[in-house]
């Protein structure tokens, strides 16, 4: 396949290394230094773009994905307040998106398993939930996309709950402002150096319960990523890694 890579940073280089593993072309590579060779044109080229680069550019990359037909991979976070909008466009243009907070196997698993769990523990109201996240310092968004998709995964299915509220944990280890009853609280801890930790705690005044996943480093959401991009060669529509990892017990 030949592969556009949107984004030249952590996220980018890697992927450039297991993309050409496993025998992709890459033919065209863009940052914010070769922005005068991302035209319309040259993304045509392409089988698949994977973009890794800021919330700030990532709906411009987009949208020129769109126009040009270019399938689009998207691990960017920090735009899901644009989702709606996004999907129309991917409708209007009849091109193909697949979007993912997280796009490792693991934690794929994870969300899948948290689910039920939530739905598991409407049985056991004692319980008080909460996630926790930490990142490496220099992460511009907050909450991660994936404690976000962690706590949807929850409001889905544990009835008490309806909506999430982030705290940011400062450096003395408290966490300033109010949870309500409905809320599921999502704290956030930045440290340097971490690829990214999420837990869920579902804790009582007998015991607690931890649910936890840690990235070792950044390859898991690169090789996710990839295959993502040999999932939607070829496909038209608007997806998420659910679509891509379709996990079903039943
Ligand atoms: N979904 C996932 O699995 C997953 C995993 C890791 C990181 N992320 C997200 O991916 C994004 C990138 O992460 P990173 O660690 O590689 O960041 P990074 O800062 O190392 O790299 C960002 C890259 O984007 C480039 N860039 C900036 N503006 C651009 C523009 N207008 N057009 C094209 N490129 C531009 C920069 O030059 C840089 O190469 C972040 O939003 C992060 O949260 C997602």
Redesign the pocket.
Known sequence: MKIAL???????KIIEKIATDRGHEIVLK????T?DQ?TVENLKKADAAID????G?VL??IQKCFEAQTPIVV????WYGQLQQVKNDCEKYDSALLY?????VGVNVFFYVNQVLARLMNKYPYYEVQVEEIHHAQ???SPS?TAMTIAEGIIENLDAKSEWVNLLQQNDGETIGQVKNNQVLIESLRIDSVPGTHTVIYDSEVDSIEFKHTAHN?SG?AL??VMAAEWINGRKGFYTAKDMFNFDLK
């Open positions: 949107l984004g030249y940073g952590k996220m980018g863009i940052d914010e230094h922005l991302f890794f680069t800021t919330p550019s411009g990359n691990g960017t976070t920090g993912a907070s997280n796009f490792s992460k511009l968004d996309g950044r959401f996710g990523a």
